[in-house]
Antibody, heavy 116, light 108 residues
């Protein structure tokens, strides 16, 4: 069955770079697209960006200058890198399969806290 | 960017009641709308897509409707397992795809 799982550091210092990995199973990244979505504690959802099945990417313009999404299809992994982190980047980060395009399968999420 | 406004922000209802949650888009999104349910401590789960299509495995007491800029999610015969937050999402226009602020549903 389709599964996605996020991994990465729980704590990042301000101004540093966040690196997260989404490992998928039950689907091929060459025929499926994956988005990153985040949720600050107690708040709503923010779509960050998508890597399409053809390897192209689209980003939320609000964070585009700080964000990069890439993948390794041989390892079934999607990567998120975001630089210049601030406290307002503290959030739960989810990866989700993107179909049609809504989000039909989600990972469990990884909590990232930005603090010194 | 298309802004999505959900109402109410919170809602308290009794078991067996019918509940309706509204979502308004800042411009016509031509039925490009999905609804998600998020239980405490869990990731969101897709309920409805294309404004009124039920995702696989979702109970039939959930339904979606609307057009243009106004959409709604209805839950018939509320069950205890429906206690959750609900979010709408537009995907007509991108980037970015945008979400509503959420509705927290509790039991009365």
């Amino acid at each position: 069955q389709v599964q996605l799982k996020e991994s990465g550091p729980g704590l990042v210092q301000p101004s540093q770079t966040l690196s997260l990995t989404c490992t998928v199973s039950g689907l091929s990244l060459t025929s499926n697209s994956v988005s990153w979505i985040r949720q600050p504690p107690g708040k709503g959802l923010e779509w960050m960006g998508v890597i399409w099945s053809n390897g192209g990417t689209d980003y939320n313009s609000a964070i585009k200058s700080r964000l990069s999404i890439s993948r390794d299809t041989s390892k079934s992994q999607v990567f998120l890198k975001m630089n210049s982190l601030q406290t307002e980047d503290t959030a739960m980060y989810f990866c989700a399969r993107t179909t049609a395009p809504h989000f039909d399968y989600w990972g469990q999420g990884v909590m990232v806290t930005v603090s010194s | 960017d298309i802004q999505m406004t959900q109402s109410p922000a919170s809602l308290s209802a009794s078991l067996g009641e019918t509940v309706t949650i509204e979502c308004r888009a800042s411009e016509d999104i031509y039925n490009g709308l999905a609804w998600y349910q998020q239980k405490p401590g869990k990731s969101p789960q897709l309920l409805i897509y294309n404004a009124n299509s039920l995702h696989t495995g979702v109970p039939s007491r959930f339904s979606g409707s609307g057009s243009g800029t106004q959409y709604s999610l209805k839950i018939n015969s509320l069950q205890s397992e429906d206690v959750a937050s609900y979010f709408c999402q537009q995907y007509y226009d991108y980037p970015p795809w945008t979400f509503g602020g959420g509705t927290k549903l509790e039991l009365k």
